[in-house]
């Protein structure tokens, strides 16, 4: 093998080399993509990163890229918070918030996972690349295959956020409204993948673009200062990112890059589409699927893919998975924005929530490292907190009816002091 | 009564390249049962060794998901639609 990675399979191990394939032919399960550690050790090494800029391609020895790929773009590389207010109110001091609220070009961590799914589709010359998705997954295809030049194709449910479908529209990306929820619409893309021809990238592309999540784990790592933290707390919808983050942490541990130590991963979903955390909670085999009915739309995944998967990380870490009515995530919405200074969307409210709920119950500790996963960004989702915010009632343009506004708010609060 | 299973791509190596099979079955399980009898090859890939459909295999029962229709024993009508789908999961423990 002259490459350092190939697709195999999760159950029986075949190996199928490089493909746009899913499953494995044989017995039909999962492919992901494993690498010949020794190779990449071989080429891999961390003091190369210094010269390096600070976004995701910087750990390309450690991702599925063919020879002589050169970054397309400038994906990844967002913040990691010391939330010291937000963590005050909780007790805790060593509270970080992962920001991909702020990713580039489309503001979610989806912009991760499509930007290795992309380099896959050129490599396997698709023209046409597509995806189903829950909103943000759509944006970043859209986003990425503009400034790539493929044709976009993406599958959604007709119920999507405005917000959602007018930031794929945009890029003159085709979309397909599907009357279905998200797992009616991920049906149909499994189906079209095997009728056409197209790279769908969390479909036939899945093993490749799953990879691309992996980078959000190595930079939560190197911004602590390549060490590794005590719990993370990752948002769930098809299960995925949980695993991949774990997946991240092995191989800096394998490469000698951090300190092995436990790392507990703590699922999060919303109440109403938990077919995870119920499965963590009651101790399932297997999770059972649920219709969704949340307002945590980009979570509404109700037969999650890599369910079992996220399952086992969680249960073998010694983790937890909690879940949040809509009301508390709109509430750890404005927590999370008026502590931090970061709005995100409803995926971050629903992790911000259970983190509090994790809290609240002992799970994780007040001097444990605990970094909190938000994904996306809260101008995709306004919709969900607008009726918190009525508008104000307008004044006149004179100094006086700013003092009998203030003297109004005043007494109706007495929370405005008057200067 | 008659009813068609729908059979991907991946699959159609065990049955001889057929695309959709009919047959005559009163619930799921029959069908299923009568599709492996009929292509012995995709017993194992339906059913794992305590005999459940594998984790990895999604079957619908026209639009659904049989796991909402009370699961395989759900019972079918005549010209109803069985979809055999593989689910698309990612993977990653090494």
């Not at chain 1, 990691?80 to 970080?96: I, S």
């Not at chain 1, 986003?143 to 194709?153: I, P, R, T, V």
């Not at chain 1, 917000?163 to 189906?191: E, F, P, S, W």
């Not at chain 1, 983050?245 to 092995?250: D, E, H, N, P, V």
Request: net charge neutral; glycine share 8%.
């Amino acid at each position: 093998m002259s490459e350092s990675y190939q697709l195999r399979c999760r159950e029986c191990g075949r190996l199928w080399g490089n493909t746009p394939k899913s499953f494995c032919e044989e017995c039909f399960s999962p492919l992901e993509v494993a690498y010949d550690y020794d190779a990449v050790k071989r080429i891999a090494r961390k003091e190369d990163l210094a010269s390096r800029s600070f976004n995701m391609w910087r750990y390309s020895e450690l991702l599925p890229l063919p020879e002589g790929f050169v970054a397309p773009n400038s994906v990844g590389g967002t913040p990691l918070v010391h939330a010291r207010h937000l963590g005050k109110k909780w007790g805790l001091q060593n509270l970080y918030v992962k920001n991909d609220a702020v990713c580039y070009p489309s503001l979610s961590f989806k912009d991760r996972v499509v930007a290795t799914a992309l380099t896959a589709a050129h490599r396997f010359e698709f023209k046409t690349v597509g995806c189903s998705s829950t909103g943000n997954l759509a944006n970043a295809v859209a986003a990425q295959s503009a400034q790539q030049g493929f044709e976009a194709c993406v599958f959604i449910p007709a119920d999507l956020e405005p917000a959602k479908v007018l930031n794929t529209a945009v890029y003159g990306t085709r979309i397909v409204r599907i009357n279905g929820n998200y797992d009616h619409v991920n049906r149909l893309c499994a189906q079209i993948a095997d009728r056409f021809h197209w790279g769908l990238v969390n479909v036939n592309l899945r093993p490749y673009y799953a990879e691309g999540s992996k980078t959000h784990g190595y930079e939560i790592a190197e911004q602590l200062g390549w060490t590794l933290p005590d719990n993370v707390v990752v948002p769930m919808a098809g299960g995925s990112l949980i695993t991949k983050i774990a997946k991240a942490f092995r191989e800096l541990i394998l490469l000698g890059w951090v300190k092995e130590k436990p790392v507990k991963f703590f699922g999060a979903q919303a109440t109403g589409c938990s077919p995870i955390s119920d499965g963590v909670k009651r101790n399932l085999a297997r999770f059972e699927p649920q219709r969704p009915e949340t307002i945590a739309r980009s979570l509404a995944i109700g037969n999650p893919a890599d369910g079992p998967y996220a399952i086992k990380e969680i249960r073998d870490s010694r983790g937890w998975a909690e879940d949040v009515s809509d009301r508390e995530i709109v509430q750890a919405i404005q927590l999370l924005a008026e502590s931090e200074g970061i709005f995100a969307e409803t995926a971050g409210g629903v992790t911000v929530g259970v983190a509090q709920k994790l809290i609240g119950g002992g799970r994780i500790g007040a001097k444990e490292t605990t970094v909190v996963c938000v994904t996306g960004n809260g101008l995709k989702t306004t919709d969900a907190i607008t009726a918190e915010y009525p508008s104000a009632e307008a004044i006149a343009p004179r100094l006086d009816a700013f003092e009998a506004y203030l003297d109004a708010q005043l007494a109706a609060s007495a929370g405005v002091a008057r200067i | 009564m008659s009813v068609t299973i729908e059979i991907p791509t991946a699959f159609r190596k065990f049955t001889d390249g057929t695309p959709k099979y009919s047959c005559s079955a009163t619930t799921v399980a029959e069908a299923l049962n009568v599709l492996t009898e009929r292509f012995p090859g995709l017993g194992k890939h339906v059913r794992d060794d305590q005999g459940q459909i594998r984790q990895f295999l999604n079957v619908y029962l026209n639009e659904e998901d049989i796991r909402f229709l009370g699961g395989e024993g759900c019972s079918l009508k005549d010209g109803d639609r069985v979809l055999l789908v593989p689910s698309i999961a990612g993977g990653s423990r090494e």
